[in-house]
């Protein structure tokens, strides 16, 4: 996520970190630097200017001359300026039983695909969602957004064969929303190439027939200040409650994301980080901060194995652990559950300074399918008992994988060093301390402190029983 630009941070922030005293002169090669980093990726040129000037300014201020790390201090105060550029605090969603949300946006901003990500969002809430599609410019889009509402179980409106008028559409939608007795109404509407006046008069027609109580603008996150421009135009004409920044899982610059919020005055409500339905995160600009200058979102990671990991399943394979009885199945499964975490570098983000690790050989997506590919070749014996897997087994298990026998050696000597490890108790509880303690690690109470500072959407125990199995506190 913004990867490009958090590279080209993270050599200027190294030299800010690195400064035993500060002054004007020995800041304004690394600010240049952070100045540069940001203008590439397509920030504001405005926001960029007052960012710098705001960040210099209290950098040579005398609670940094007086500070034990000076260095350590501005990075601290470009963290905390930068969010103060995104937002400050999360913006609430509304929370309303039954509203009605309507979706603006132009055309491949990924609005009909964020619709649908929202019904996913209010289903995990336990909301009732209804998706509309009011996208008479693209029949493509009607299509697409009853297939997806099939595949996750939401009732879809759809406007009748040979109806052209979106007004005429939205009107006979609200019925069948009253109609419902109920829910969260989310109208997805046509988008064009370019904002026109044909769009934005369609709009306000649309708009003041709903009476929608969110009105999101979804934004392509890849698209620079050309996405401020475009809130601009919507902004003038329709009231908008919030954003939705598409995109964010590739290389995208991040210039809209960082100015968006400065340049229209509107919160960034929702981030969409992948194609997947359940790829829509609320957005916290603390930790987007975190992430952006590679200090990681370990809280964020852990909220999503709450969700994504079973905890009966994990537990389980904790007491394998404990017991030296890990095997290729839980191997397996392992990987399985890494998978539904979501793309390894996105993972690997999360952590703090282990972000740089997922441009090494072998750290990606690839690798995972391959291993997972050669334990499906083994016969249930072989993963239970690798013992077995002699030279003739091992040259079936590649070419049944599609993999070479190099890989399958490799992946045996990795798993046998992995079961070492699990047998050492003492060993496994370091290893733990180092990379999940620390500085800038858990808080106090390991991984059920850090669930319980994440307050009710999350039960303390549920990850403070697992982080007490190796020893994480809690």
């Known amino acids: 996520m913004l990867s490009l630009l958090s590279e080209k941070l993270e050599g200027a922030l190294r030299k800010l970190r690195g400064l035993g005293k500060i002054s004007a002169a020995n800041i304004a090669e690394p600010m240049q630097e ?12 405005q926001v960029v200017n007052s960012l710098i000037a705001e960040v210099s300014s209290q950098a040579e201020g005398a609670e940094v001359l007086r500070s034990v790390s000076p260095g350590q201090m501005i990075v601290k105060i470009f963290h905390d300026e930068l969010v103060k550029l995104l937002g400050g605090v999360a913006a609430e969603f509304s929370t309303l039983p039954t509203q009605r949300v309507l979706m603006v946006g132009l055309n491949g901003a990924g609005k009909t695909t964020t619709s649908a990500k929202l019904a996913a969002f209010l289903q995990k809430k336990a909301r009732r969602p209804l998706l509309i599609a009011l996208d008479l410019e693209r029949p493509a889009a009607i299509t697409q957004l009853q297939v997806l509402g099939q595949q996750l179980g939401v009732p879809v409106w759809a406007p009748p064969s040979g109806m052209r008028s979106a007004l005429e559409a939205a009107k006979a939608a609200v019925q069948w929303v009253d109609a419902q007795g109920g829910g969260v109404a989310i109208f997805d509407t046509a988008g064009r190439q370019e904002v026109d006046e044909g769009l934005l008069a369609e709009l306000e027609q649309i708009s003041a027939v709903i009476g929608a109580e969110e009105t999101l603008l979804v934004a392509d996150a890849a698209t620079g200040q050309q996405a401020v421009a475009v809130a601009r135009g919507f902004q003038s004409r329709v ?36 194609e997947k339905t359940a790829q829509l995160e609320i957005f916290h600009p603390e930790r987007m901060a975190s992430r952006i200058l ?20 994990a537990m389980k394979m ?16 392992q990987l399985k559950m890494m998978k539904r975490l979501g793309p390894l570098e996105g993972i ?19 690798k995972l399918s391959h291993t997972e590919a050669i334990i499906l070749s083994m016969t249930p014996l072989e993963r239970q008992k690798p013992q077995v897997l002699d030279a003739s087994r091992r040259k079936r298990i590649a070419a049944g994988s599609g993999r070479s026998v190099m890989e399958v050696n490799q992946l045996i000597k990795q798993y046998d060093m992995m079961r070492q490890l699990m047998g050492n108790k003492g060993m ?24 319980k500072m994440m307050g009710p959407g999350l039960k303390p125990n549920k990850l403070g029983k697992l982080g007490r199995r190796f020893k994480l506190g809690g």
């Open 428 to 451: 496994m509880a370091q290893l733990a301390g180092g990379l999940m303690g620390g500085k800038g690690g858990l808080p106090p109470g390991g991984m059920g402190g850090l669930a």
């Open 239 to 274: 009231r908008l409650s919030g954003l939705v920044m598409t995109r964010l899982d590739g290389d995208a610059r991040g210039g809209a994301l960082l100015s968006m919020r400065r340049v229209t005055g509107l919160p960034v409500k929702f981030i969409g980080v992948g």
């Open 348 to 366: 690997l983000g999360m952590l703090p300074g282990m972000g740089a690790l997922k441009n090494m050989p072998g750290v990606d997506d690839k």
């Open 318 to 333: 904790a007491e394998r652990f404990e017991q030296n009885r890990f095997d290729f199945t839980d191997f397996l499964s």
């Open 34 to 45: 952070i100045r540069m980093a940001l203008l590439e990726a397509d920030v504001d040129y």
């Open 294 to 313: 590679g200090m990681g979102d370990v809280v964020s990671l852990v909220e999503k194995a709450a969700e994504e990991i079973d905890e009966k399943a």
